[in-house]
């Protein structure tokens, strides 16, 4: 069973960077489109960023463009969400997922995705 496991979060100032990690383990995600959503409290869980299988495309949600950049390294099972110029609206819960093996086209419905991890606290304070 693939297991996901974000870190990097942290409380950083508005304007600061973080990078998220997400580490697969129990199977090899390298034939797997990945994903970050995030949630903020009290509202609804939203796409961030989603990754081909290759890395070759990318797509991003239009409040993170330009900010944030995901990418991947497939020999070592890791997704990354580099953010930059991080605002307090950027507060939430940062989860990865990935999905089914084979399933390589991004997306950003969380829908398409079979495997999540248990989330990092972002915070961004003013």
């Known amino acids: 069973q693939v297991q996901l496991v974000e870190s990097g979060g942290g409380l950083v100032q508005a304007g600061g960077s973080l990078r998220l990690s997400c580490a697969a383990s129990?199977?090899?995600?390298?034939?797997?489109?990945m994903g970050w959503f995030r949630q903020a409290p009290g509202k609804e869980r939203e796409s961030v960023a989603t990754?081909?299988?290759?890395?070759?495309?990318?797509m991003y949600a239009e409040s993170v463009k330009g900010r944030f950049t995901i990418s991947r390294d497939n020999a070592k099972n890791t997704v990354y969400l580099q953010m930059n110029s991080l605002t307090p609206e950027d507060t939430a819960v940062y989860y990865c997922?990935?999905?089914?093996?084979?399933?390589?086209?991004?997306?950003?419905?969380?829908?398409?995705?079979?495997?999540w991890g248990q989330g990092t606290q972002v915070t961004v304070s003013s």
């Open positions: 990754i081909t299988s290759s890395g070759g495309l990318t």
């Open positions: 129990g199977g090899t995600l390298s034939s797997s489109a």
């Open positions: 997922a990935a999905r089914a093996r084979y399933y390589s086209r991004p997306t950003m419905s969380a829908n398409e995705y079979v495997y």
